[in-house]
């Protein structure tokens, strides 16, 4: 039986989602949990990877298990059991030709920031910034970045061959003193829109032009956009199967 299952998770004391050596991780608590339901050690099948201190609504992963149990029944054995800031919002039985990863065709993150005054509660879920921002330049200067390009100059990974992704949206949302960015794509290179909202605060703050992300676009130049927004005001918010 394969289980797909959709995942909220409050990032702020996990380094990420992946598993890693003596690291508190999402996965390995999820997949303790599994061990204790089913005595076998599953491996589960994510979406995609979040970093530490990123947050999500909508993650998604998959695992397959000899046991057969009901979807509300998974869904309640493994929230019964999971630490409180990981919680399965939805199982579903689906078949073998479903890969939470491989399958996937969109993705949405967001992106929050506030430029009001600092608030510790929220800290640790949204990016404070202390500067006077222009939204309408930043709107204009994302335009940049929508349909198919080399991300090569925004992404923190330098081994990948293939950079090219594709973005269908960029939406800015501002409500008072808060401001959510929304990223539609096929898909997101590692700290791609952490890079990309740093930039674009700087178009926001008059230190960069939307000529100058163009060139840097273009340039396929890392070190020409050294900046990385900080990761918890990013959320996964879902992943798109049907289109």
Not at 125 to 141: E, F, G, P, S
Not at 169 to 188: T, V
Request: one cysteine or more; glycine letters at 6%.
């Amino acid at each position: 039986m394969r289980y797909k299952c959709t995942v909220q998770y409050d990032g702020t004391l996990f380094h990420g989602f992946q598993t890693q050596p003596n690291l508190r991780t999402v996965q390995e608590e999820i997949e303790k949990v599994l061990y204790i339901i089913t005595k076998d050690n599953i491996k589960i099948q994510a979406a995609g990877r979040t970093d530490t201190g990123v947050h999500s609504l909508g993650q998604v992963f998959h695992f397959d298990s000899s046991i057969t149990m009901g979807e509300w029944n998974m869904q309640n054995a493994l929230n019964s059991r999971l630490p409180k800031d990981i919680y399965i919002s939805k199982v579903e039985h689906v078949d073998k030709t479903f890969h939470a990863r491989y399958s996937a065709k969109k993705k949405e993150y967001h992106y929050i920031i506030d430029i009001g005054e600092y608030n510790p509660l929220y800290h640790n879920y949204r990016y404070y910034v202390k500067h006077q921002l222009d939204i309408n330049k930043m709107i204009d200067a994302s335009l940049c970045f929508i349909g198919e390009h080399d991300f090569k100059a925004f992404t923190k990974n330098h081994n990948l061959i293939n950079t090219t992704r594709i973005i269908d949206n960029i939406i800015f949302i501002q409500n008072d003193n808060i401001i959510i960015i929304k990223f539609i794509g096929n898909g997101f290179l590692h700290n791609m829109i952490r890079i990309i909202v740093a930039m674009l605060i700087e178009v926001g703050r008059g230190r960069k032009t939307k000529e100058e992300l163009i060139e840097i676009l273009e340039g396929k130049d890392r070190t020409r956009a050294p900046k990385t927004a900080p990761p918890n005001g990013l959320y996964l918010i879902n992943i798109c199967y049907n289109i």
